[in-house]
């Protein structure tokens, strides 16, 4: 691996924790905005009231893709970010801007870590479970604004979504692997006790896509 540059170490160790915070928020603003839009969408409004914005129900669809693109992109970009600060803090700081990133208070924390008791492996697997759902939860309340999934620009829209989603899971493999990587250099045996977890983290995930196409499944029968 080659040696971290000489960034201010406090610096980094902090920025992780700033950038998780902001994802946090983020994520709860869109669990709101879903939950508007979805509902909205259900009830069949002419007109969606949020946040002091008054949107028109034919332009509700471009404004709630291009918000949740936003999310994907900026979840995407911290979290690229976050995996470029661990590459770069040096071994003696790893463990305390690893901590920062496993002890997180985000509810949906896709890197989260606490210990290696079974019930911990299963909290420690959710985070990256409810932030897949949250993701079909968007994609749910953009189908309830559509008349026609099948027409052409519902199909580009949900694709874009799709797309930026997939990149932002990409990523988020991408930090767990960096993570992986230094502990392997650093202390093997907190690697192994986070790969002994790993099987819990992909089935939770699976489950969160299975949970979520349900949320999905569910809304095109409450509106088609």
């Keep these: 691996m080659p040696s971290p540059l000489p960034f201010p170490q406090d610096q980094l160790v902090t920025a992780i924790s700033d950038h998780m915070d902001a994802v946090a928020?983020?994520?709860?603003?869109?669990i709101?905005?879903?939950?508007v839009f979805w509902w909205a969408g259900i009830q069949g409004e002419a007109v969606i009231e949020t946040q002091g914005l008054t949107i028109k129900r034919e332009h509700a669809l471009f404004v709630a893709?291009?918000?949740f693109v936003?999310?994907?992109?900026?979840a995407l970009d911290v979290f690229y970010?976050?995996?470029e600060i661990l590459k770069n803090t040096e071994d003696q700081r790893f463990k305390e801007a690893a901590t920062n990133l496993a002890l997180h208070p985000l509810f949906a924390n896709p890197f989260a870590f606490f210990d290696r008791s079974r019930?911990?492996?299963l909290m420690t697997g959710k985070g990256y479970g409810l932030l897949i759902i949250a993701w079909w939860y968007g994609n749910s309340s953009m189908l309830a604004l559509t008349s026609n999934q099948f027409a052409p620009l519902a199909l580009i829209m949900q694709g874009m979504f799709l797309a930026v989603g997939l990149a932002s899971m990409g990523t988020i493999q991408r930090v767990q692997s960096i993570v992986?990587?230094?502990?392997?250099?650093?202390?093997?045996e907190v690697r192994s006790a986070l790969k002994r977890v790993a099987p819990i983290r992909f089935l939770m995930a699976f489950l969160g896509i299975g949970i979520g196409g349900i949320v999905a499944f569910g809304t095109q029968v409450l509106i088609f």
Excluded at 25 to 30: D, F, L, Q, R, T
Excluded at 70 to 74: A, G, H, I, L, P
Excluded at 180 to 188: G, N, T
Aim: with cysteine.
């Design 25 to 30: 928020k983020v994520v709860n603003w869109s």
């Design 32 to 35: 709101v905005l879903a939950t």
């Design 65 to 67: 893709c291009g918000f």
């Design 70 to 74: 936003f999310v994907n992109f900026y």
């Design 81 to 83: 970010r976050n995996g």
């Design 119 to 121: 019930i911990s492996a």
């Design 180 to 188: 992986y990587w230094r502990f392997a250099e650093i202390e093997p």
